[in-house]
């Protein structure tokens, strides 16, 4: 029972939390010790309440899941794990996280509230809108990166980076959108109504729309970000997006992948290479160029 709440937490997902590191990295503060706790226990709080809404959304799914080739082996589907005892890890996470969140910082507490209702929102009825459905799948990601901010007393953080955020979240989604279509074919509107909304020439033009325009904003940002290095360095750090992006276009086009983000990112090897090159690129010129 318990290695089945454990797989349906996610843990692998909770990478994507992550994110909530960027303020402390680009605001110069990694080293601060304070900062540094901060973010870690808020990192902490941010996976107690992913998995409570990863729980939440598979309760809601259980039937369609059961209907999907991968997914009717999660543990509610198949029925290794109970509602009951997934009801009860979900409140008891919440309790946690929203507890320690509001102890933690205000601001904080207020942002992984409204992560949490969004969730909800996304779970119960939003992911059936379309175009809507991304969007909100998103803004969980800028929040990570918000409520990082909050932590820190940020003073250098460019706003170029909520946008970068933004769009790196919508690529990564649309990607997902794309293998669920292709791996279900006529079966993906029984598994997700709102696929029916969607087809591989839409989701393309979006995809190439979201990519180009990803690109364009972090180039934008490694030269009038105020924070940065007067000589520019940190555009040294674009051919790793470039080659990470077109990279994860590859196998979403050519090797036909594309699914959960936090698992193809595991799975491909120059894919995790290229996003650990450039963190250390990144930290090196924001740390050691100035």
């Not at 996610?10 to 994507?16: D, I, L, T, V």
């Not at 992560?115 to 379309?130: G, M, R, T």
């Not at 969607?198 to 995809?207: A, H, K, S, T």
Request: contains cysteine; proline residues 3%.
């Amino acid at each position: 029972m318990f290695l089945s709440l454990l797989k349906t937490m996610r843990p692998r997902q909770w990478a994507k939390n992550v994110f909530v590191f960027a303020a402390l990295v680009f605001d110069l503060k990694l080293f601060n010790p304070l900062y540094l706790t901060r973010t870690l226990i808020a990192f902490g709080l941010l996976c107690l309440i992913a998995s409570a809404v990863y729980i939440i959304n598979d309760l809601a799914d259980i039937e369609k899941d059961r209907l999907h080739p991968k997914k009717k082996h999660r543990p509610l589907a198949s029925g290794k794990l109970s509602k009951g005892v997934a009801v009860a890890a979900a409140v008891a996470f919440i309790g946690i996280a929203l507890g320690g969140g509001y102890a933690l910082d205000l601001r904080f507490g207020l942002l992984i509230t409204a992560y949490l209702l969004i969730n909800i929102l996304y779970s119960l009825w939003l992911k059936h809108v379309v175009i809507l459905d991304v969007l909100l799948v998103a803004a969980g990601f800028v929040i990570r990166v918000a409520a990082g901010v909050v932590l820190v007393d940020v003073v250098r953080f460019s706003p170029w980076l909520y946008i970068c955020m933004t769009l790196l979240a919508l690529f990564l989604v649309l990607g997902k959108r794309r293998r669920e279509i292709t791996l279900l074919e006529s079966q993906a509107d029984e598994h997700r109504s709102v696929l029916a909304n969607y087809n591989l020439q839409f989701l393309d033009q979006l995809i190439g729309t979201v990519s180009t325009s990803a690109i364009v904003a972090y180039s934008f940002y490694t030269f009038s970000a105020e924070n940065l290095p007067q000589n520019h360095t940190m555009m040294l750090t674009i051919p790793f997006v470039l080659y990470g992006i077109f990279r994860y276009l590859y196998l979403i086009h050519v090797k036909h992948e594309g699914g959960a983000p936090d698992e193809l990112f595991f799975k491909d090897r120059p894919l995790m290479i290229t996003f650990i090159l450039w963190g250390l690129a990144a930290v090196a010129v924001l740390y050691l160029a100035q």
